[in-house]
């Protein structure tokens, strides 16, 4: 019915380490129909993006559609990559070096295509049509193995000349804090990353603190069941988690000061840990915000889930070629 309106449609595309989730995506950010296929990394590049095609090209002609129905391709990946020359130039958990996905895709689909760092377009996802849809200015942060996120305002993603802005992750709080994966210390992802946390519970049980969790086969824990055992009353899960949200806020104050941001959204695997991250946020927004009346300020979860990064990329495209 739609393609009868004349109403061009988007192929927004995730890809992640383990599936890659790809939908068909109306102007107004309404799914039509989606898909998952696995991404099978050792395959490399040419295969997965290949794969791709073909399952955009199955989606189109599973729903009627054809090639001419869509604007334009929006794709979120890994970084760090090139929005501008349309390349990931390196991403460690897919193992891709110089990958010219804007430009493969373009040729395989011949449909036009832009690329972006997958939490930036679930920044944009969560902005366009999600919890930050009323926000003038939003900051997302995804939770999760580290933290990534992205900033939106005057109803754009904000990507920088270098386009490297967003690392949120990054934020130094303490510079004789726990070294990041990064190589500098006391980064936001040092202290709130799932990572940080089993770090620290681990360093925490060598030294003899007492927890539920001393007993417990070191590989069996994760930032979940440090979450469980905090839910269950455990001091020392308890303290990590508030201290992974206490920094959160901190950050978040912070850029309510540089920004004036308002909106502070969460997602990721770890923001199902939010009964607990949610007060300590409040707390650490409280001891660095100045800028705004604190009430006016909102901390939130993401609402998108999953979706997010496949309607965001969707709406990425949509601002690249919609006029
Ligand atoms: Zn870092």
Known sequence: LLATTGERLLLGVDLGG?????GLITSEGAIVDHGKIPTLVERGPEDILHRIACALDELLARDGRRRTDILAVGFGSPGPLSTQRGVVIDTPNL??????????????????????????????GEF???????????????????????????????????????ELGHMVLDPHGPQCPCGHFGCLEAFSAAKAIVRDMLIAIASGEETSLKAVDQAAITAKR??????????????????????LGLASGNLVNVLNAEMFVFGGAMSGAWEILHPAILEGARASAMAMPFEEIKFVRAELGENAGMIGAAGLALRAYGS
């Open 18 to 22: 383990s599936a890659v989730k790809y």
């Open 95 to 124: 193992q891709w070096k110089d990958v010219p996905v804007q430009a493969t895709l373009e040729q395989d689909l011949g449909l036009p295509l832009v690329l972006h760092n997958d939490a930036n377009a679930a920044a944009y």
């Open 128 to 166: 366009w049509k999600g919890a930050g849809r009323e926000a003038q200015i939003m900051v997302l942060y995804t939770l999760g193995t580290g933290v990534g996120g992205g900033i939106c305002l005057n109803n754009d993603l904000l990507v920088g000349p270098g386009e490297n802005a967003g």
């Open 226 to 247: 440090i979450f469980e055992a905090a839910r269950d009353g455990d001091a020392v899960a308890r303290r990590l988690f508030h201290r992974a949200g206490w920094c």
